[in-house]
């Protein structure tokens, strides 16, 4: 969940004028001056905090989570009880993330998805109805306390260490690499021609850019590289838009409901993607009870070979586009069109406008299918269920798993080889991901929870396999209730 500064509802992850979780990182965890944009807000906040407020109310579990409507929604951030329902449609991740969240604990993750919780918990001052009471526990008692305790244990030690500060310079050598293989495409076609040789080699060149752009995107979209939140938005805007040619904003609300419920269906939009296919143990033995058949999902793992190379240039381009049209997001419309508007001025003199629109598409199939790959490696495999309300670290560590540590693995995914790490933290730059991994797994063994990690290849393959698997609980669902 965010709260923004300046409350617009426009949809993204945390509003531009956020700052990073890794801002100053002062043992007291109280950041510094970060200049106007943050005092401004503090000034709006501190105002509305102004208004008069009854004395606080105290509360039990049960009487919060009675409160878990879209028309009525409570949570609990440390201890304190938040009525969310007025602020819902001015949250930057969608009205859709709080719901979520209501009749909750949302303390780790309101942690986890606010660069500056400081000042978040100002707009929340508004929003504060009581607290809980004192006999009750710090979250739902159904809830491990002592794995929650230690976990933010562990969140404070990181802070400490200066895990949320980013190397600049790391970051400014992928978008280096981005750049320069653009470049050289377009140098390789303007002095050897457009020939179906060339053609080929300058599309892998723009395949590897348009992949590592997509995680560079992903990086600054939690932002995790400037402690300014404003540069981060800015640089999002201009990789995704300008060299991707997609909408920052769809990416951001689809990404933040993915992160705050992963694998938890429906919820997180990364697993619901019925009818094409049927994943987890619940999904395909619903679809094979009330006979809903599209196809033989018993085949459902060909289907993907055949699909993964249409995610990014049907699914993902085309999401895109309603998206910013039906929001209106003109800005986001504005990058885009620039991104098209480059290729046909670049690539247009030698291949054509035709042949520019099959260039284009020739790489976002290609991504595509490295993206899918990589996207859904960690996820697919793992534990599918649906909502059980349980704690943060546990959530998160069950549906995802690592891929093994090497320079070419980290490079290949991203640094997406280190998804427990990057679902726990989010905004802590990727490449201090493998530093965590060894406090996270201790932790993980303390408290008996399994901590996955595979070879690359391996972990492809259990893509194919788990949907295969699930393929066979449809069709076992679907032949022991026959049509009446």
């Keep these: 969940m965010t709260f923004e500064e300046k409350p617009e509802g426009n949809g993204s992850l945390v509003d531009e004028n956020q700052l990073d979780l890794g801002a100053k990182h002062q043992p007291n965890g109280k950041p510094g001056a970060s200049g106007k944009a943050k005092l401004s807000a503090r000034q709006e906040a501190n105002a509305k905090c102004d208004l008069p407020r009854k004395s606080l109310n105290r509360y039990t579990w049960q009487e919060i989570q009675r409160h878990n409507q879209k028309t009525d929604q409570w949570l609990v951030i440390n201890r304190k009880v938040y009525d969310v329902t007025g602020w819902a449609d001015r949250h930057p991740g969608g009205r859709q993330v709080l719901h979520y969240y209501a009749g909750e604990d949302a303390t780790d993750v309101f942690r986890a998805m606010h660069p500056d919780p400081d000042i978040a918990q100002l707009y929340l001052k508004p929003l504060l109805i009581g607290e809980l009471a004192p006999e009750e526990p710090n979250q739902e008692r159904n809830k491990n306390s002592r794995l929650v305790e230690d976990f933010q244990e562990l969140q404070r030690t990181l802070e400490t260490l200066n895990m949320f500060n980013a190397n600049l310079g790391f970051f400014f050598l992928h978008l280096a690499q981005i750049l320069i293989l653009e470049a050289l495409a377009w140098v390789i076609v303007w002095h050897f021609g457009s020939g179906w040789l060339i053609t080929m080699f300058i599309s892998f060149l723009l395949t590897v850019a348009q992949a590592q752009g997509s995680f560079l995107q992903h990086d600054m979209g939690h932002l995790s590289i400037f402690k300014k939140p404003k540069w981060n938005r800015l ?141 859904q490696m960690s996820h697919i495999p793992m534990k599918i269920s649906k909502e059980e309300n349980q704690d943060w670290f546990s959530s998160q560590v069950l549906a995802t798993c690592n891929v093994e540590h090497s320079f070419f693995n980290d490079w290949f995914t991203g640094h997406l080889n280190f998804q427990i790490e990057h679902h726990l933290f989010p905004t802590m730059p990727r490449h201090n991901c493998h530093k965590v991994a060894p406090l996270v797994k201790s932790l993980c063994a303390k408290h008996g929870l399994l901590y996955v990690n595979k070879p690359m290849l391996k972990a492809f393959a259990d893509i194919l396999r788990a949907l295969k698997k699930y393929g066979a609980l449809w069709k076992e669902a679907y032949c022991t209730h026959p049509e009446i």
């Excluded at 769809?250 to 094409?276: A, C, E, F």
């Excluded at 459902?300 to 055949?306: A, D, K, N, V």
Aim: glycine share 6%.
């Design 235 to 375: 640089m999002q805007k201009f990789v995704t838009g300008h060299l991707k040619g997609l909408s920052s904003k769809w990416w951001n609300q689809r990404h933040s409901l993915h992160h705050v419920k992963t694998n938890i269906y429906p919820k997180d939009p990364d697993i619901d993607i019925g009818p094409l296919f049927v994943i987890g143990d619940l999904q395909p033995v619903e679809y094979g009870k009330n006979r809903i058949k599209f196809f033989d999902y018993e085949k459902q793992h060909l289907i993907f070979c055949l699909v993964s190379p249409f995610v990014i240039p049907v699914y993902f381009n085309l999401g895109s586009i309603l998206e910013m049209c039906r929001r209106r997001h003109w800005e986001d419309i504005a990058w885009a069109i620039s991104f098209y508007i480059r290729y046909f001025i670049t690539f247009g003199p030698f291949c054509g406008i035709f042949g520019t629109m099959m260039l284009i598409y020739l790489v976002k199939i290609l991504e595509s299918v490295w993206i899918a790959y990589v996207t």
